[in-house]
């Protein structure tokens, strides 16, 4: 089973990828903590990305796409794939199509936790306390969501009449989210 996890900066996709990862024993692509990574590790990508990440703006395709490659072609996390944060746009999606068809692979279902700006901007100031995440201070935080949610639309648009596909109010408890997937998924 393969999932996408769609939602804004803040909507808990993070949280509910690493329940779904333990609960199918899948595997998270997160690609906003492969990226941190990258600048953390200051490799050639990590410097070519980071005014972009400080900035709430998105990172090139090409570098994304070039992220995931490996993961989603490597057989032992073939039909495990957990999607977090990718694809956000329609040219991602169709890399994202093209890998999986190569790999005899496709997705499964498609979730959207839709969650508005204020209660995205009080999570993600309580984060910041506990994470330390570099990229989230709060002007930050409203370009990204408003980078999200204009660049994504689109994408959202295309999953939601060729997949299965689910919107909840990501702005209920965790643990009620974490029910309504479970019942579309027959967990
Ligand atoms: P996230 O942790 O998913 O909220 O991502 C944090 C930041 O990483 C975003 O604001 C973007 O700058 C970058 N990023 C993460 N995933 C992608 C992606 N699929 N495409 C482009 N940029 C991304």
Redesign the pocket.
């Given at each position: 089973m393969n999932i996408i996890l769609f939602g804004p900066?803040g909507a808990g996709k993070g949280t509910q990828a690493k329940y779904l990862v333990n609960k199918i024993d899948g595997f998270q692509i997160?690609?906003?903590d492969l990226?941190r990574e990258e600048i953390k590790k200051n490799t050639e990508i990590g410097k070519k990305i980071i005014n972009?990440?400080n900035d709430?703006?998105?990172?090139s395709d090409e570098i994304?796409n070039d992220l995931i490659k490996n993961i989603i072609l490597d057989p032992r996390k073939k039909n495990k794939l957990i999607f977090d944060?990718?694809?956000?746009s329609i040219s991602?999606a169709k890399n994202l199509n093209y890998l999986l068809s190569e790999s005899n692979q496709k997705i499964d279902s498609v979730f959207f936790l839709n969650v508005d700006k204020e209660i995205i901007i009080k999570r993600i100031k309580k984060r910041k306390i506990l994470e330390k995440r570099s990229?989230d201070d709060l002007e930050t935080i409203l370009k990204?969501y408003d980078t999200y949610m204009k660049t994504t639309k689109p994408v959202l648009d295309f999953y939601s009449k060729n997949f299965s596909f689910h919107e909840i109010d990501g702005g209920q408890e965790i643990s009620q989210i974490t029910k309504e997937i479970e019942a579309f998924l027959n967990l």
């Open positions: 900066p997160s690609t906003g990226l972009n990440m709430g703006k998105f990172v994304v944060g990718y694809p956000r991602q990229d990204r």
